[in-house]
T-cell receptor
Framework: KAGVTQTPRYLIKTRGQQVTLSCSPI?????VSWYQQTPGQGLQFLFE???????NKGNFPGRFSGRQFSNSRSEMNVSTLELGDSALYLC??????????????FGSGTRLTVV | QKEVEQNSGPLSVPEGAIASLNCTYS??????FFWYRQYSGKSPELIMS????GDKEDGRFTAQLNKASQYVSLLIRDSQPSDSATYLC???????????FGTGTRLTIIP
């Protein structure tokens, strides 16, 4: 069974540009969450999608957005990139929200570097 | 006060000994608790989940939950060098439908 797939694995972008990251959840998983991981802040929640609806959003500026498609695949977009957006972006999937026994399975992440 | 707190370490434990990792959380509404292991340069990997008070064992790992004290721990018995990693505690409040992570404890097993 394939795991959570994130593309691309690495990205280098220039300040002011925008970027789109992609996530394909485990087959059958309908809930997708996004996290940002940095050495200083650790894992910070960005947003969570289920059935193409954003159900929760973390404390990030509006430059960070996302969406989920009918096949549960998800994308996140960051516009007007800043140096501080350099981080590992992790996607996680679970069968459904409120599955208290399952937790989340993480993808390998996309490492974004903004120069 | 941070929502989920962990001792950042590093925690050094001799091979074969018991490693004890601790986590406290502030939201009494929290319902599920997870331990993730993250090797350097890799993504977090779920190793244990617990949602009832008491102990839950899985192989060399035991998770312990005390909701009254808002405390969750992870014991690793017969520690191996391959257990050297950062261990992340995560808490799920279904009202918010998200995982809140601690900053992690870096564990080093000394051969």
């Amino acid at each position: 069974k394939a795991g959570v797939t994130q593309t691309p694995r690495y990205l280098i972008k220039t300040r002011g540009q925008q970027v789109t990251l992609s996530c394909s959840p485990i087959s059958g998983h309908r809930s997708v969450s996004w996290y940002q991981q940095t050495p200083g802040q650790g894992l910070q929640f960005l947003f969570e999608y289920f059935s193409e609806t954003q159900r929760n959003k973390g404390n990030f500026p509006g430059r960070f957005s996302g969406r989920q498609f009918s096949n549960s695949r998800s994308e996140m977009n960051v516009s007007t990139l800043e140096l501080g957006d350099s981080a590992l972006y992790l996607c996680a999937s679970s069968p459904q929200p409120q599955d208290r026994t399952y937790g989340y399975t993480f993808g390998s992440g996309t490492r974004l570097t903004v120069v | 006060q941070k929502e989920v707190e962990q001792n950042s370490g590093p925690l050094s434990v001799p091979e074969g000994a018991i490693a004890s990792l601790n986590c406290t959380y502030s939201d009494r509404g929290s319902q599920s608790f997870f331990w993730y292991r993250q090797y350097s340069g890799k993504s977090p990997e779920l190793i244990m989940s617990i949602y009832s008070n008491g102990d839950k064992e899985d192989g060399r790992f035991t998770a312990q939950l005390n909701k009254a004290s808002q405390y969750v721990s992870l014991l690793i018995r017969d520690s191996q060098p391959s257990d050297s990693a950062t261990y992340l505690c995560a808490v799920n409040d279904f009202g918010n439908e998200k995982l809140t992570f601690g900053t992690g404890t870096r564990l080093t097993i000394i051969p």
